[in-house]
């Protein structure tokens, strides 16, 4: 059964591009599998999890960001 926060949670990272799920078999199967994990983890052990999936993505996102920054300024000067 999902919870409400789960499916806000996966419905933010589909909005924010960090999820993209081609069919809805797999987004079902997600859905499941972080509802059991919810189950599993206590309140604050869920939004630390939870947390962790956005600082870590925005963390990989900006270095890519400025991998992709590094990259432009090196062809420019050639």
Known sequence: MESKRVM???RILEEKGYLKLNSKMKKD??????SELE?????EEFERFENLIFSTLEAIE???FELGRLVGE???SE
């Open 62 to 64: 900006d270095d890519y």
């Open 74 to 76: 090196i062809l420019e």
């Open 39 to 43: 189950n599993k983890l206590s309140f």
């Open 29 to 34: 199967s997600l859905i499941s599998k972080l």
């Open 8 to 10: 806000m949670l996966v």
